[in-house]
């Protein structure tokens, strides 16, 4: 078997300049030259995955088929590559250490001292190398959180070295992204900034082989010579990275800066063929000229900050190239929504999607949406505390039982119409405790989405911990809102739908985390549908 080549995507100067979307991006152009190719994030925080991280810290929590809660990054591999992702490519300080202090506390290292150099680092290099070692791929993209000279990456950056030194050049490379600012009072594009993180690196033994440079503005050729000369890196090695009006333009910018050809070129591997972009391009075409638009409205109370709800905004795209439709998404914080303000917030909109989320703040504002979308016939896509709302809100409505509610927001409740799975009730611990990954769902013939998804059995990713009660299924359902999907060994509900309304439908899952360039997801490609049409016939 040919040896796995690594590439270590490290980052400079500030944070947050998009080294996901660059790992992605190559990864996605390597790929469409037959490499098999995987990305991993190393991140450097204590926390032993983001589960625990409330979304205004850390933006959305992203959850893989076996389970793992992860950063959003990985929603950016899944979806460029149209690969699945796992635990084992999320990797943070906190897990290291906890498994580092298991493996302490058992014995296993002898009598020795633990200490970072060497103990911390050899777990860090496992991790790394657990990837490449399963044969499933020939490149492994490994992306280190955070920014070089920080404190806590220095055991990342040293397992870095170290990992170079071992695998030889030819078979490992880095890459570091910078940014170029441009003062406007000099008029000027600044070199200093990447000057001084590349030496930083070298501090730590580490050469950058490739600089992938983030500007606002076009990168001289006098400019590129230079970041050359002074950051010890070939001239082709200079890559640009200019603000594009969508990450999904990024693979494209990289492989005209060619950034995919002086990568294999440095780990020795064939770079004359062309990536074959043909799909990815196709979805560009359609993502860039809509016939038509809708209007859709993201209903939440996490709606300040964007990557909160990350990959819903995202799967609207694909959804949204894949009907030839412009979705524009109005963000409405539930906690706004009152009777009084409800018509002019919702009314307008061509469909209505209410988050997930946690806890008790804004659901009463989800519940009057819910209501709203169902009384207005205005298509509508609950997603797991978006469907359990629609639930509350038809028992309390439809059903007259007053205070039905979830034993989350109200222990105490007359009527707990979505409660705790039986399986959570012992359960203490907050992290990584949830019903969590992908489980199976067995749809009910003749259903809305049994003729959306054209399967009997699918399996979606979760992420909950309380669930629909089964003891109000026959009176709910009696009453008009029917469950359409099943876990078949369980029975929990996993779907709810509306049959007299144009479109309501309502799922415990998580459909977002599984949709991809390629493979957009047809819960969401049916929902954009169904605004289209409204849209049509309200006008
Ligand atoms: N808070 C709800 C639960 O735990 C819904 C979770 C979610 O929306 N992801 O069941």
Redesign the pocket.
Known sequence: MAQTKYIFVTGGVTSSLGKGIIAASLAKLLQARGYKTTIQKLDPYINVDPGTLNPYEHGECYVTNDGAETDLDLGHYERFLNVSTSQANNVTTGRIYQSVIEKERRGEFLGKTVQVIPHITNEIKERVQVLGKSGDYDIVITEIGGTVGDIESLPYIEAVRQLLWELGEDNAIVIHLTLIPFLSAAGELKTKPTQHSVKTLMESGIQADILVCRTEHELSTDLRDKLALFCNVKREAVIQSIDASTIYDVPNLMLKEGLDKVTLKKLRLPEDNQPDLTRWNQFLQRHKNPKNEVNIGLIGKYVELQDSYKSILEAFIHAGAANEVKVNITSVHSEYIDNRTIKEKIAHLDGILVA????ERGIEGKIATVQYAREHNIPFLG????M?MAVIEFARNVLGLENAN?T?MNAKCDHPV?DLMEEQKDITDKGGT?RLGAWKCELKPGSVVSEIYSEKIIEERH?????FNNKYKEQIEAAGLVTTGFNPDTQLVEIVELPSHRWFVGVQY?PEYKSTVANPHPLFVAFVKAALSYKKEKN
């Open positions: 997930p989320g946690f806890g997603i797991c505390l978006g359990q979830s989350e979505i949830m992420r909950h911990r309380y669930e998580h």
